[in-house]
C-alpha cells in the first residue's frame, strides 16, 4: 500500500487493505471511528461479501499498555454467548496488531447523553441493566473480570439486534480463576484500574478487584442510567481520584445516602447492601439483584417489554453519533510485573480465524454510516431551497 495510506505512527488509513495471514480473507479499511490512548477502532468491509465489520489496532512498539490480546482473549473464551461481539480474525503486521469482529452501534454514555434529561426512562434503564447484569454474570462465569464496567463500554446491536446490549472493550479483563477454577488470592497492592467515576471504592485504595467490584461498577452506571450524571462527575480524577473514592465512602451514610438514591426505585437500596455486604472471595448473587430489578418494574408497573428509547427513533441514534466522548479509562498506577499478573504472561497468536466456522455473514450496517445519512439530507434540504 502507497505511504498516503497510512498516517504518521503507521497506523491504516482508508483505502488500506488488511490482507489476513494464511488465509484469503481481506479488508477494507473505510474510515476511522475512535482513536485511544491505548488503540484505534475502523470499520471495514469484507473483500469478498462486503459485510462490515469493526477492527481494533494498536501499534506493536511504543504502546504504553499493550490491550489488544485482552480482547482477542475475552472474545473467545465467550464466543457464542449472547451479547459478546462475534469474533471474527486477529492477526499483525510490522506497525501493528488487529483484531476484527462484529460491528455495533451507539454506546449507552453517548445514547443516555442525547436524552433531554441526560438519563434513559425508567422501562429502558430497568431493561438495559437487566441485559449488563446477566453480561457481567457470563463474563465472570468463563473465568474473567471486566475491571472497567461502565456505559460507554456496552454498545447496542444494529438492525434487528437494536434491542440487544452487547459487552466490549477487554483491555482491562483479568482473569480471575485458576485452571481448577478458584479464585486467585488477592495481591498485596495492584494498579487502579478502570475509569475513576465508577471504579470500586477497593480500587481507588489499590486493592485487587474481585466479581463484586464489576457489580459495585455497575450499580454506579444504574444510578447514572437511572438518575443521569453522578453527584462526583465533575470532580477531577486525574488531580485527586481519592476525592471521588471520599465521595462514594460517604455516600454510603445518612444523610447524603438518602439522597443519592432519591428519584430512584428503592430496590437500589438494596442492591448496594447486598453489593457492600458480598466478600472478595464470594460469588455475587446475580439472582438476586436480578429479582430486585424485577421488583422495581412490578412497583413502577414496568411490563420490561415496552420499546426501548432508541428503538424506532432513528434520531436518537444519529444525535449519538455526534455526542462526544466521555468516560476514558485509566490504569493510576504502574503495570504490574509480569510474574505478579497472570495476564501479562499470556499470549496469543494474531493470525487466527475462528475454528470450523466462516466468517460472519450476518446482515449488519456500519453505525457511521447514518452521519453520511444526515449529511446527505441536510444537502438535500439545501439543494431544494436553492
Known sequence: ?????????????????????????????????????????????????????????????????????????????????????????????????????????????????????????????????????????????????????????????????????????????RKFVDKDGNIIPPRSAAALMGTFQYCAVSAHSHKDQCARDDLESWFYMAIELLKGPLPWANIDGHKNHKLIGDAKVEMRTEP??????????????????????????????????????????LENQVTLKEPLDWQNNERMQQKAIFVGELGESHQASAKLDAKDNPNESMDIEFDELPEKEPVSKSVSAEKTCLKDTVTAKIETRKSSKN
Open 1 to 173: 500500500m502507497s505511504e498516503q495510506l497510512r498516517d504518521s505512527r503507521g497506523m491504516p488509513q482508508p483505502g488500506f487493505i488488511i490482507e489476513h495471514q494464511n488465509s484469503d480473507h481481506k479488508w477494507k479499511v473505510l474510515r476511522n471511528i475512535y482513536s485511544g490512548p491505548f488503540s484505534d477502532v475502523y470499520v471495514v468491509a469484507d473483500i469478498a461479501t462486503n459485510e462490515k465489520y469493526a477492527m481494533k489496532c494498536e501499534r506493536q512498539e511504543g504502546n504504553s499498555r499493550p490491550v489488544l490480546k485482552l480482547d482477542v482473549m475475552v472474545l473467545m473464551a465467550t464466543k457464542g454467548i449472547k451479547g459478546f461481539p462475534k469474533f471474527v480474525a486477529a492477526g499483525r503486521t510490522e506497525v501493528y496488531r488487529y483484531c476484527i469482529m462484529q460491528l455495533v452501534g451507539p454506546d449507552l454514555g453517548r445514547l443516555r447523553r442525547t436524552r433531554p434529561e441526560r438519563r434513559f426512562s425508567l422501562p429502558t434503564a430497568l431493561q438495559i441493566l437487566g441485559q449488563t447484569l446477566q453480561r457481567l454474570e457470563d463474563l465472570h462465569n468463563c473465568g474473567w473480570l471486566c475491571r472497567d464496567v461502565k456505559a460507554p463500554n456496552f454498545c447496542i446491536g444494529i438492525g434487528e439486534n437494536e434491542s440487544t446490549v452487547y459487552i466490549l472493550d477487554f483491555g482491562f479483563a
Open 256 to 297: 447524603a445516602r438518602s439522597e443519592f438514591f432519591e428519584g430512584v426505585p428503592k430496590q437500589f437500596n438494596e442492591i448496594l447492601t447486598i453489593l457492600d455486604s458480598t466478600t472478595f472471595f464470594d460469588r455475587p448473587d446475580y439472582k438476586k439483584i436480578g429479582e430486585l430489578l424485577a421488583e422495581a418494574a
